[in-house]
């Protein structure tokens, strides 16, 4: 049974640093592609990373580059989202989603092409 877990997530002030988790089950994490979205109230899902297979591609939008980095330990099958410098926009749900329609191929920050997602997580920037 394929599951994902997200942790980490919680109330943080602006400039503040925070380490989202996600926890698979079900499967082998490091063969596909393991994308982080967010959604705030209102707002459209979006991608804010991706990493491919053991590879290792990652890709994020210009509103996170520089502040967020997406990880993996293959040996917890985990990965991580660390996210520094956090801004007040930043609010938001934050899921993990794994595509497994396909091995070893190349994540894309776009969810319709993810089919597995994990419940989410809170993330509030305030102050």
């Known amino acids: 049974q394929v599951q994902l877990v997200e942790s980490g997530g919680g109330l943080v002030q602006p400039g503040g640093s925070l380490r989202l988790s996600c926890a698979a089950s079900?499967?082998?994490?490091?063969?596909?592609?393991i994308g982080w979205f967010r959604q705030a109230p209102g707002k459209e899902r979006e991608g804010v990373s991706c990493?491919?297979?053991?590879?290792?591609?990652?890709y994020y939008p210009d509103s996170v580059k520089g502040r967020f980095t997406i990880s993996r330990d293959n040996a917890k099958n985990t990965v991580y989202l660390q996210m520094n410098n956090l801004k007040p926009e930043d609010t938001a749900v934050y899921y993990c989603?794994?595509?497994?329609?396909?091995?070893?191929?190349?994540?894309?920050?776009?969810?319709?092409?993810?089919?597995?997602w994990g419940q989410g997580t809170q993330v509030t920037v305030s102050s």
């Open positions: 989603a794994a595509d497994l329609k396909q091995l070893f191929k190349l994540c894309v920050l776009g969810p319709l092409e993810y089919n597995y």
């Open positions: 990493i491919s297979n053991s590879g290792g591609s990652t």
């Open positions: 079900g499967f082998t994490l490091d063969y596909y592609p």
